[in-house]
């Protein structure tokens, strides 16, 4: 598991304390945002685009690692 992590770490040319801050920022942006998607589910008039931005956001961030 160690050999498989340190390859990853080296495929996407970060350290460990940089891909954990990236990743770290990844899952909490997807758990508020899908918070605002089951409020925007029960009243569809609050957070209309908070869903879509964020995935766009999200696509944008690891598509350049």
């Not at 891909?19 to 209309?48: E, N, S, W, Y």
């Given at each position: 598991m160690i050999k498989d992590s340190q390859e990853h770490?080296?495929?996407?040319?970060?350290?460990?304390?940089?891909?954990?801050?990236?990743?770290?920022?990844?899952?909490?942006?997807?758990?508020?945002?899908g918070v605002f998607c089951l409020i925007h589910g029960l009243i569809p008039g609050f957070f209309k685009k908070t869903g879509s931005n964020q995935i766009a956001k999200m696509y944008e961030m690891v598509s350049r690692n």
């Amino acid at each position: 598991m160690i050999k498989d992590s340190q390859e990853h770490l080296n495929e996407v040319n970060e350290t460990y304390l940089q891909h954990m801050r990236i990743a770290f920022k990844i899952g909490f942006t997807m758990l508020v945002t899908g918070v605002f998607c089951l409020i925007h589910g029960l009243i569809p008039g609050f957070f209309k685009k908070t869903g879509s931005n964020q995935i766009a956001k999200m696509y944008e961030m690891v598509s350049r690692n």
